[in-house]
């Protein structure tokens, strides 16, 4: 699976994540992941043995992760220092995430912010709630673009395409947030009704979520802003859809 450099410098890379392919490993994972990837990269796997950090080994430098279905900018620590910095600036929301992701129905006001706490399901240990008890979660939208999609009456026949600013980072948050407030993402398997899933999913194999940008300042103390290209496969849906009002 190929994974596009999108920005290097001596501390760090930015990748865009392709889609299907899995951040972390794990004993229920097959196949290859990010982890994986970045191990076998020759400047790594000459540095692995002369390290002692163990944060650093276990996340083999990954700063954050995505679902696998989720493309897009991924960052990526080349060394120890370099990771707990990173660390940091995602712990003190001093990196700027935006994401793209298309939804069922027509979003209004075309911009505005939702805070909604954030729980593991009591139901589905694999899904995410909004709950009283929860973390608090902070997601803010832009609508960029309209369409139309017969055949969906429940949502209008209506998708949008938003542009999403994470305020916060908890697990499948644009994807709870999103399907609570009744936009849910297109061709989402886990939060979108399986019927309206397995039909978006006749047009796209996977939903549709992608983390557009990243900004932040590297380690070395100069500002850096990465954008990635939307799939191939969301832009060709994308370019089918007619537009809407």
Known sequence: MET?????????????KPVGLVVNRADSITGQT?????????????????MTDKVFLDRSGVCHRLDKETSGCLLIAKNPEALHYYLKLFKD??????????????????????????????????????HYEGKRAVT????????????HEHWKDALTLLRLDLKTGRTHQIRVHLSFLGWPIFADDKYLNRKFARGDRKY???????????????????????????PIDCQKFLDILETGE
């Open 93 to 130: 929301r001093k990196l700027s995430k935006t994401y793209l992701a298309l939804v069922h129905g027509r979003v209004e006001p075309k911009m505005g912010e939702t805070i909604l706490p954030l729980r593991r399901s009591l139901f589905d240990r694999e899904k995410w709630q909004v």
């Open 4 to 16: 596009p450099i999108l920005y290097e410098d001596e501390n760090c890379l930015v990748i865009n």
């Open 140 to 151: 803010a939208w832009t609508v960029l673009k309209r369409y139309k999609f017969p055949g």
């Open 204 to 230: 796209l194999s996977h939903h549709f979520l992608h983390a557009s940008s990243i900004e932040f300042v590297n380690f070395s103390g100069e500002r850096v802003s990465v954008e990635a290209p939307l």
């Open 34 to 50: 990010v982890q994986d990837w970045v191990e076998s990269r020759p400047q790594f796997s000459g540095l692995r043995s002369q």
